[in-house]
């Protein structure tokens, strides 16, 4: 039997990035606090608690803050968080990826121009939330077809349609393909990340060849359910598990190809672990 680990598995540039970032300020032995989970996995959570970071959930608990450093994670966040870190005199830390921080950009400039931002992404997703926080106009979160073809814009109104990073190429490309069909005048941003359409592609082409596929990733990653459903497309035995612990498998002696991707929030240790024990149980 072969097991084969699609090559765009585990930490993506932003999220390796961040996760470095929070670790090398633990170090310094100062209040260290992330603006929400620093990454969508628990495991990598817990252990910087461990080493004395703390989270922040919310507004309140940065409101209650009084001293310490805030690390801005990689998903990013509103344009009036930033202020308010400013205001308390609490260091900031901006860890936002690169890709996230480019559509902020876009939006800032373009609701600034007077366009009405269309988010395609999963209205609740705190990448979502951060970038509607950037919008000087009305934002609107698209997340499936249905949403698009009851989506109407004022007369004249100019629309300016970005995507979470995460979200789905293929169906990015359905759903702009619905707005322009209106007879909008639209600029359109494709901001997913390159590094999520080639993992996306991969897993999907993996899926289509094996006879079993295991997907890893948190409970809560956006990027990481996505996997899921475009493996479960191609295998229909296909299973999703946060850590090894969460792998029930029972492989048949037909069993000739196991395919293991990852989300962009799970370390290379769990994508070891788990690949190690279907070589060497199965």
Known sequence: MEVVVAKSSGFCFGVQRAVDTVYQQAEQKKPIYTYGPIIHNEEVVKDLQKKGVKVLENLKDLDALEA?????RSHGVAKSIYKQIESKGLECIDA??????????IVEKESGNGRQIVIIGN???????????WSKTTATVIESQEEALKFQ??????LCIVSQTTFNYKKFQELVEIFQK???????????CNATEERQKEASELAAKADV?????????SNTRKLYELCKRECENTYYIQTLED??????????????????STPNKIIEEVQNYVRINF
Do not use: W
């Open 213 to 221: 596929m295991i997907v890893i990733g948190g409970t809560h990653s």
């Open 123 to 133: 209205d609740g997703h705190p990448e979502v939330e951060g970038i509607k926080g």
């Open 68 to 72: 310490g450093s805030v690390i801005i």
């Open 153 to 158: 814009a004022k007369t004249g109104e100019k």
């Open 247 to 264: 792998l029930q498998l029972e492989l048949p002696n037909s069993v000739e190809l196991v395919g293991i991707t990852a989300g962009a």
């Open 182 to 192: 209106k007879g909008y005048d639209i600029i359109v941003a494709n901001t997913i």
């Open 96 to 105: 936002t990826c690169p890709f996230v921080k480019r559509i902020h950009n």
